[in-house]
């Protein structure tokens, strides 16, 4: 009997054993099907992953962590002095078009006053103008201009010899 139960242990050993060989087995077999199934992506995933790595991470993380604290510290000043100058040109983009804009303004609104300024019965049925030449319209810049004929204004008279 005791020899039995030994025979009996040792085949279930064995029977363990073997069950964990063959589990083993299909999972090697199943982990070799995937890689053949998908064996070219990934190839080109760890290759475009090198490239990646080599080209662009590892000199960026090369050059941050190399570099003395003094250029990093110049590297940032150029940036901010970059970042202004930037940021000055287009405040003074948007001051020019702003004064365009405010003279637009300005001389719409000056037009506005100038017409509510004028009494009804200086206003031509041609808009807000106070008369033309034509019809004898007083001008003070023009000596002569207006409704009395040859003017009011007659210079001095100049003699010359005389003292």
Do not use: C
Request: glycine share 6%; proline share 4%.
């Amino acid at each position: 009997t005791h020899h039995q139960q030994t025979s009996e242990e040792n085949h279930r050993k064995r029977a363990a054993t073997m069950d964990f060989i063959n589990n083993g087995a299909e999972l090697v077999k199943d982990a070799a099907t995937y890689l053949q199934d998908n064996a070219w992506y990934i190839i080109i995933l760890m290759v475009s992953g090198y490239y990646l790595k080599t080209n662009y991470v590892d000199p960026y993380l090369q050059d941050r962590q190399y570099r003395p604290e003094t250029q990093r510290k110049s590297d940032y000043g150029a940036d901010m002095k970059r970042v202004r100058l930037e940021q000055q040109e287009l405040a003074s983009e948007r001051a020019i078009v702003a004064a365009k804009e405010r003279k637009i303004k300005e001389e719409a609104d000056k037009a506005r006053r100038n017409k509510a300024a004028l009494k009804p019965s200086q206003i031509t049925e041609d808009g807000d103008r106070l008369g033309k030449a034509s019809n004898n319209s007083f001008n003070p810049l023009q000596p002569g201009s207006g409704n009395s004929g040859a003017g009011g204004y007659k210079p001095a008279k100049r003699s010359v010899g005389r003292s």
